[in-house]
Nanobody, 120 residues
Framework: QVQPVESGGGLVQPGGSLRLSCAAS????????MAWYRQGPGDQRDMVAT???????DYLDSVKGRFTVSRDNAKNTVYLQMNSLKPEDTAVYYC??????????????WGQGTQVTVSS
């Protein structure tokens, strides 16, 4: 079993910054895509940012220019640097990884989520 573990959420004022981290450990042979999603109260879960094994990145339009996703393959860790935060960024942020397991199969795992609240 692989269980990504997020950290770095919290309360921040509008215009502030936060950095989320997510470390995946377990029976991992290779990690393909690492991504961040978010879900606000009463909302669907939306993709915020993804980074592939080739370093290719994709972002939700509303966070482009403010958020940066990166990964450390040696640590099986993905980061989300969030700058110029807005109240509408308030949500639970989830990490997800698509990986190849030691049993030869491909899986996707989700973290438990970390709360980000942007409020004055």
């Amino acid at each position: 079993q692989v269980q990504p573990v997020e950290s770095g959420g919290g309360l921040v004022q509008p215009g502030g910054s936060l950095r989320l981290s997510c470390a995946a450990s377990g029976s991992i042979s290779y990690i393909y895509t690492m991504a961040w999603y978010r879900q606000g109260p009463g909302d669907q879960r939306d993709m915020v940012a993804t980074v592939g094994s080739d370093g290719n990145r994709d972002y939700l339009d509303s966070v482009k220019g403010r958020f940066t996703v990166s990964r450390d393959n040696a640590k099986n860790t993905v980061y989300l640097q969030m700058n110029s935060l807005k109240p509408e960024d308030t949500a639970v942020y989830y990490c997800t990884v698509r990986y190849g397991s030691l049993d030869g199969n491909e899986y996707r795992a989700w973290g438990q989520g970390t709360q980000v609240t942007v409020s004055s």
